[in-house]
């Protein structure tokens, strides 16, 4: 089974900030990886598909990009409704649709 | 407007069965491939399985092969999960989610899910 490694598991930043994560997939999965963001009591949402195009009506301060096994999601200037747990997702191995851990984001 | 509106959820013994339904709305339901998707209070997001427009394809997670069966009725716009053979790591919210296919294929990605419904296993 593929396996996605999310990186960190948390993070507090402070509004402005520019904000990293990182997955990394245990084989090549093309660029068949997406972004979820999940605020408190609520049910995720997409932000990125296929490792950067960007969901109709989602901010572009969010982005995404893939380089090999590696993929990094970036909101480049954090704000305050940010604050959730983000998670990556491969769809490359049919049909187990594997997440990654979640990164918690904090706002400092 | 998609709403996926879950439910079926409640509090069930080891080794119970229940089933869980998801009544689907604003879409061509028959158009697209669905998903469970469950998450234990406080961890993260788990697949559980998925099928596709005609129930012609069917996945599983490990954790829940022989166990779960999940089936849909195009004819009244809903999604179901019988979950058999309940166990205490089977707990979680579980969430209904439509595919942007009519089969999920890779590169695909999930784009509407419902609120979710809580099942708990305990005795």
């Known amino acids: 089974d593929i396996q996605m490694t999310q990186s960190p598991s948390s993070l507090s930043a402070s509004v402005g900030d520019r904000v990293t994560i990182n997955c990394r997939a245990s084989q090549s999965i093309s660029n068949y990886v997406n972004w979820y963001q999940q605020k408190p009591g609520k049910a995720p949402k997409v932000l990125i598909f296929?490792?950067?195009s960007l969901r109709s009506g989602v901010p572009s301060r969010f982005s995404g990009s893939a380089s090999g096994t590696d993929f990094t999601f970036i909101i480049s200037s954090l704000q305050p409704e940010d604050f959730a747990t983000y998670y990556c997702?491969?769809?490359?191995?049919?049909?187990?649709?594997?997440f990654g851990q979640g990164t918690k984001v904090e706002i400092k | 407007e998609v709403q996926l509106v879950e439910s079926g959820g409640g509090l069930v013994q080891p080794g119970g069965s229940l089933r869980l339904s998801c009544a689907a709305s604003g879409f061509k339901f028959d158009d697209y491939a669905m998903h469970w998707v469950r998450q234990a209070p406080g961890k993260g997001l788990e697949w559980v399985s998925s099928?596709?427009?005609?129930?012609?394809?069917?996945g599983y997670a490990d954790a829940v092969k022989g166990r779960f069966t999940i089936s849909r009725d195009n004819a009244k716009n809903s999604l179901y999960l019988q979950m058999n053979s309940l166990r205490s790591e089977d707990s979680a919210f579980y969430y209904c989610?439509?595919?942007?296919?009519?089969?999920?294929?890779?590169?695909?990605?999930?784009?509407?899910w419902g609120q979710g419904t809580l099942v708990t296993v305990s005795s």
């Open positions: 296929a490792a950067s």
């Open positions: 099928i596709n427009w005609n129930s012609g394809s069917i």
């Open positions: 989610v439509k595919d942007i296919r009519l089969s999920s294929s890779p590169g695909t990605h999930f784009d509407y």
């Open positions: 997702q491969q769809t490359y191995s049919t049909p187990t649709w594997t």
